[in-house]
């Protein structure tokens, strides 16, 4: 079994920045994929970006030159580092680990863009 843990989220105004963190523990695997997911109200979950232990990232189009990935696998932590957000970007966002076949998801942590 994996547990993630989030943190980071809040309430910050269009524009600014937040950086969300997500520690894994337990039967953490070598080669897995950490990663960002979000879900606003009455939508689907969809990537935000994901990031191997070998450093090759996939971004979601909409967040390409805002957000950043990043990870340290001697804490087996990911880092999600939001910039320039808009209320658009408002969403319960949910840190992932793929160790094949299986998704570990984290509890959410809330974002929310508003003036």
Not at 14 to 23: E, H, T, V
Not at 37 to 44: D, I, L, S
Not at 54 to 79: E, H, L, M, Q, W
Request: proline share 3%; hydrophobic share 30%.
């Amino acid at each position: 079994q994996v547990q993630l843990v989030e943190s980071g989220g809040g309430l910050v105004q269009p524009g600014g920045s937040l950086r969300l963190s997500c520690a894994a523990s337990g039967n953490i695997w070598h080669g897995n994929v950490m990663g960002w997911y979000r879900q606003a109200p009455g939508k689907q979950r969809e990537l935000v970006a994901s990031m191997t232990s070998g450093g090759s990232t996939r971004y979601a189009d909409f967040v390409k030159g805002r957000f950043t990935i990043s990870r340290d696998n001697a804490r087996n932590t990911v880092y999600l580092q939001m910039n320039s957000l808009k209320p658009e970007d408002t969403a319960v966002y949910y840190c992932n680990v793929h160790q094949t076949p299986t998704d570990y998801w984290g509890q959410g942590t809330q974002v929310t863009v508003s003036s």
